[in-house]
């Protein structure tokens, strides 16, 4: 073995083993998503899906990184708390030269389950997996001394999903606003069917510990409301109640899986909830304006790069049309991490003393 692969597993063994942190509460951290946790794997792609200009990025260390918010999003933020660095997006990191051992981001924005829900140049929950795969399978290995390790680094790491609007906003509203024929409850059996395969692929790659968020109230995004203009609610009921099929049956297709696969545990994070909660009652929140989005926006809802945000963004829900701000992402995930009710039946922290 060259020294240089030598040193490189040295310096992993040591992460992970007699040198690594009292703080740092799990060995890794790999998060799989959308727009709301992706770091920037869309950066390089010829697509409208992706946030690498200014304003976005303007309170996160170090600017613009393809970030859908001002800062940290979620998945940051639990990787601070975790005591662990950022996982990098995956597309944007060298595996030749790259010796993190702390987890990768796979997330991509207007990715969904399914594969025809994002747009071209996304990864779709499935490309994600291939891509933790070959993580597992040819990145890890170079980085940890033998199997054994490699077994108890992907059992001990928190695995964070966040999907699932995109096959109901780029998807299955538009059949449905083009007349075709369409089920709501049959489209949240196929959502939860597809969803539960790519977590028992995860599983049987070596991952163990789960948190997995419900969709958000997609009736409450701006985009959305500024469209519909909901006349006696703040959000759009029936867009929210569209969602909810799959939402409702999240937790027993979980529990199902969990009975199924020997030693995996599974958290629901409601983050359906928590955007219904921050819009309708944003004061309980330390937040004022939930109607509106922070940045100028441009015809598509995105942000505006040539015009200035709002000033006081620690008082906005939303950044942009579609997603919240760094102020509403650390309510959930400081929420989910350690506090009760957020994330069921445990709390992150808990999942991760496991």
């Known amino acids: ?43 390089l792609i010829d697509s409208f899906a992706k946030s690498n200009y200014a304003p976005y990025g303007l309170d996160f260390p170090g600017g613009v990184t393809g970030r859908a918010t001002n800062g940290h999003t979620m998945a940051d933020s639990i990787a601070e708390s975790l005591g662990l660095k950022f996982p990098p997006a ?11 051992c702390q987890g990768f981001n ?14 071209k140049g996304t990864l779709s929950l499935g490309e ?61 059996q196929l959502l939860l069917v597809k969803f539960g395969n790519h977590l028992q692929e995860l599983y049987m790659l070596g991952a163990r510990k789960f948190v997995v968020f419900n969709i958000e109230a997609m009736g409450c995004l701006p985009v959305f409301v500024n469209q519909l203009k909901p006349k006696d609610s703040k959000c759009v009921d029936s867009l929210n109640s569209m969602v909810l099929k799959f939402n409702e049956n999240l937790p027993s297709k979980l529990n199902a899986l969990a009975s199924s696969l020997s030693g995996s545990k599974f958290v629901v994070g409601k983050n359906y909830e928590h955007v219904l909660n921050l819009v309708e009652n944003p004061n309980n929140y330390g937040l ?31 950044f942009d049309a579609y997603h919240p701000t760094e102020a509403a992402y650390k309510i959930l995930a400081q ?3 350690n506090g009760v009710g ?13």
């Open 1 to 43: 073995m060259a020294k240089s692969s030598i040193f490189l597993v040295l310096v992993c063994f040591i992460l992970l083993g007699l040198g690594k942190s009292e703080a740092q509460l799990a060995p890794a951290l790999y998060v799989f998503g959308d727009s709301t946790v992706d770091a920037g794997n869309n950066n």
């Open 288 to 318: 004022q304006v939930s109607s509106k989005a922070c940045c100028a926006l441009t015809p598509y809802g995105t942000c505006d790069g040539k015009r200035p945000p709002c000033k006081d963004r620690k008082s906005y829900v939303f």
């Open 106 to 119: 796979y997330a991509s924005s207007s990715a969904g389950i399914l594969p025809q829900s994002g747009f």
């Open 128 to 188: 994600q997996v291939g891509l933790f795969r070959k993580t597992v399978e040819e990145y890890l290995p170079r980085h940890l001394k033998n199997k054994d390790d490699l077994s108890s680094h992907l059992s001990k790491s928190i695995f964070f999903l966040v999907m699932g609007v995109n096959d109901y906003a780029l998807n299955f509203l538009k059949k449905k606003n083009s007349g075709q024929p369409f089920d709501e409850d049959a489209a949240a």
């Open 335 to 337: 929420n989910c991490f």
């Open 342 to 354: 957020a994330c069921v039946p445990l709390n992150i922290q808990q999942l991760a003393s496991i």
């Open 90 to 100: 995956f597309r944007l990191v060298n595996l030749q030269t790259y010796n993190g």
